[in-house]
């Protein structure tokens, strides 16, 4: 079946340090993937998404890039502040039968420190 | 403001008890989701519906069940058969034709005791 592979956590920053979250996948069909972010108590929200081979998602200075030949889609964020702070979680989903169920990463907590 | 609204945010509950989470949406979304989230856990889909009247059992369905009556509306019963009730549920919904984005509500804290 699909699955999902991310770095374990947490990963801990200092303000203004580069961010790598390391997802890998496995998928039957041709996914889409994505990053979901989570904030304490909260649902998640979207973060980016990137829908074909060699497309880059990008929002709020965080980027990844799909990586068909790696099955992969790094998260990256040049400098990172306190308020990322955040659970991140990688996902796809592939069209089966008219539908798209994700499969979910199991995320990474993100902690950063002043 | 569009979105999803999930309610209570805290749920208490006697074990034995059933108990009914709600979950509306004014995005217009054809699809609607539940998850059920455990610490350090992936989300794990429980049901799903992508048409009012018809729903789908995800990966963990036993000891839940939902209807899908109204487009708006997707509520999630959590019934006295669920072995580990305690979890935080999130709803999601997503938008036809863009069906592989999903957009969630705020989540459930349910402690069952």
């Known amino acids: 079946g699909d699955s999902v592979t991310q770095m374990e956590g947490p990963v801990t920053l200092s303000e203004e340090a580069f961010l790598t979250i390391n997802c890998t996948y496995t998928?039957?069909?041709?996914?889409?993937l994505f990053w979901y972010v989570q904030y304490p108590g909260e649902g998640l929200q979207l973060l980016l998404k990137?829908?074909?081979?060699?497309d880059k998602g990008s929002n709020k200075g965080f980027e990844a890039t799909y990586r068909k030949e790696t099955t992969s889609f790094h998260l990256e964020k040049g400098s990172v502040q306190v308020s990322d702070s955040a659970v991140y979680f990688c996902a796809l989903s592939v069209a089966s039968g008219g539908s798209y169920i994700p499969t979910f990463g199991r995320g990474t907590s993100l902690i950063v420190h002043p | 403001d569009g979105g999803i609204t999930q309610s209570p945010k805290y749920l208490f509950r006697k074990e034995g008890q059933n108990v009914t989470l709600s979950c509306e949406q004014n995005?217009?979304?054809?699809?609607m989701y539940w998850y059920r989230q455990d610490p350090g856990q992936g989300l794990r889909l429980i049901y799903y519906s992508q048409i009012v009247n018809d729903f789908q059992k995800g990966d963990i369905a036993e000891g839940y069940s939902v209807s899908r009556e109204k487009k708006e509306s997707f509520p999630l019963t959590v019934t006295s058969a669920q072995k580990n009730p305690t979890a935080f549920y999130l709803c999601?919904?997503?938008?036809?034709?863009?069906?592989?984005?999903?957009?969630f509500g705020p989540g459930t804290r349910l402690t069952v005791t």
């Open positions: 998928a039957t069909g041709y996914p889409s």
């Open positions: 990137a829908t074909k081979a060699d």
């Open positions: 999601a919904s997503s938008p036809i034709g863009r069906l592989y984005e999903q957009y």
């Open positions: 995005l217009n979304h054809d699809a």
